[in-house]
């Protein structure tokens, strides 16, 4: 029949794009598998983005804004010890003199960003070890 030799037709012919399917399931797969690992590194540049400004790099709260605003120091125990989903919660809504970010940021990245907020509190833990 004509139709095989349409359909055999097809896929010899269409080597070449298996080719390029190939490759974009490739790229694909190694752009989710880094955008795992990069989950930590996208709050790091989150953080430097949107919160350095008044939390500084530190995170604790010393910048001439962070000063003038009381920003809270997310190094201390008094935030490290709030859950996820209290911190999400003021990030995401705000809280006096700190700005909601609920319509800059998805709650992934709000999740990212708390992610890279507990950092500071084990690197203060390893600074106190050292
Ligand atoms: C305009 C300055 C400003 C920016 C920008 C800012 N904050 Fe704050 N933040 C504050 C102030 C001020 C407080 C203290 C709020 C209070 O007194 O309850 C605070 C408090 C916090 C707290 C502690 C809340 C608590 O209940 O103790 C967390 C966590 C926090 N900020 C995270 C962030 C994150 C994450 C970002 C970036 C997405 C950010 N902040 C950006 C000013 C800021």
Redesign the pocket.
Known sequence: MDDRSVVGGQWGGGSGLRVVMAGLLLLLGVRLAAAQENGKAAGAA??KV??V???GADGA?NTP??KQ????N?RSK??QK?SDE??HK??HDG?????P?GEQ?TDDE?SQ??QY?RTFATSAKTAKKQ
């Open positions: 989150t953080f949107k919160c400004l008044c939390h709260g804004l962070g605003l009381q920003a809270a997310l008094e935030v709030l209290e911190l003021v990030v809280q006096a003199n700190m700005p970010f940021l709000i960003v708390i907020v």
